[in-house]
């Protein structure tokens, strides 16, 4: 296997490349990313997107945040050459909600909120609190695995050059 | 944050190889050999170690409350004694004032400086308590997976190198290649794609 630091910051932009492509298909393809998703559940974007354009040797980096916060700011940016670098994403199912950010480079998930089933305090031990928190944390990392599992087989196939740019590129300039 | 608390963020590893046998007992002996130890009134400046997720600042790994379901369940405490810069400039200049007096001359040498700021520093150290801070991470033993409580680089450092001499077990961070490369199931054929990828472009 390659050194981790070498490989951590050559392979960096598969992480971004996932997050465009997780964007994308959340906005325009939602029957496909229904096949990556437990039964019943639903993703969204959530109320934040970093991007970053490397292009012309600077760093141009572009922030949308807020709940009413449109994207078109993102998309003129993706055209311009930017990627995304973090996504914020609401995970819904049946009855739970979860909002977390994965950051691109790392696949860290970050300021991730869950929600239980009752108050932690009244749980009967420490324990149990821990298995149920443990639980949520499960349903957030396996689905994040899932999405990257489902797209790095993609980014090694033949399809992405040939099919799945394609479809990016006409969403970003419809 | 912790395993509890609201709003956590997640750093993902996997872990390269399985405790000897009996897994409990040498789990223990992993945790205990590399137990937080305090500093305070001592002139160390930062320690890391090894502590209990509900007793952080009294950790005693004898019972079996660091176990929980098909977890291990326990903290990473780093104590680190922050000396803030104007109070070391202050002792510093006191020190200098006092050593130039007792050598009757106008300078002091590179290596009479360094001795003084050393002084001062144990001195400090000595005298300022240290700031705990505490990390949660549940390890997944059948899994291979640890899910880590933070995403502070000097923390999930700290982390891999006490994780490796407690357990004598690499930890290897799941980020894109790595993530992609051992743990989505790529064959071998996929796995030569993979080294040689590079940037796509979608803005033309």
């Known amino acids: 296997m390659l050194d981790v630091a070498v490989s951590y910051n050559r392979y960096k932009f598969i992480g971004y490349e996932f997050l ?18 437990p039964h019943s559940a639903s993703i969204q974007v959530g109320n934040r997107i970093k991007l970053e354009n490397h292009r012309n040797q600077n760093l141009e980096t572009i922030t949308i945040k807020g709940d009413e916060a449109g994207l078109e700011e993102g998309i003129l940016a993706l055209r311009k050459g930017a990627l995304v670098t973090e996504l914020n994403i609401l995970y819904e199912t049946q009855n739970l909600v979860w909002q977390f950010t994965i950051r691109g480079e790392s ?13 932690l305090e009244k749980k009967e ?45 006409n969403w970003i300039f419809s | 944050m912790g395993i509890l608390s609201s709003t ?57 409350s660091h176990v929980v379901g098909n977890y291990f369940v326990f903290s990473l405490r780093i104590d680190k004694k922050v000396l803030p810069g104007k109070i ?19 300078y002091l040498t590179a290596n ?24 949660d991470l549940i390890w997944n033993y059948e899994a291979s997976s640890l899910w880590f409580f933070t995403n502070l680089k000097g923390a999930n450092e700290e982390l891999e190198t006490l994780f ?17 490369d051992i743990t989505a199931g790529l064959s071998d054929k996929e796995k030569d794609v993979l080294l040689k990828l590079s940037p796509s472009v979608f803005w033309s």
Not at chain 1, 20 to 37: G, M, P
């Open chain 1, 107 to 119: 696949l860290n998930i970050g300021n991730l909120k869950t929600q239980i089933a009752g108050p």
């Open chain 2, 164 to 180: 490796l001499k407690s357990f004598n077990l690499r930890l290897i961070r799941l980020f894109p290649y790595t993530s992609a």
């Open chain 1, 20 to 37: 465009t492509w997780l964007w994308f298909v959340v906005e325009s393809e939602q029957n496909l990313i229904k096949n990556y998703l």
């Open chain 2, 8 to 64: 956590v963020s997640i750093t993902l590893y996997k872990v390269d190889g399985e405790l000897e046998q009996p897994i409990l007992e040498n789990l223990r002996k992993g945790l205990k050999k590399n137990v937080i130890s305090e500093i305070d009134g001592q002139v160390s400046e930062k320690v890391a170690g090894w502590t209990l997720f509900d007793s952080p600042y009294k950790p005693d790994f004898t019972g079996s």
């Open chain 1, 125 to 169: 031990n420490i324990d149990e609190q821990i298995l149920e928190k443990a639980d949520q944390y499960d349903g957030v990392i396996k689905l994040v695995d899932h999405l990257y599992k489902n797209f790095i087989m993609l980014r090694v196939s033949t399809d992405w050059e040939e099919k799945t740019v394609v479809k990016i590129k």
């Open chain 2, 88 to 106: 070391i400039k202050k002792h510093t200049v006191i020190e200098t004032e006092k050593r130039l007096n007792q050598v009757g001359r106008g």
């Open chain 2, 112 to 135: 009479e400086k360094k001795m003084i700021k050393d002084h001062v520093l144990n001195i400090l150290n000595l005298r300022i308590p240290s700031t705990p801070n505490i990390y």
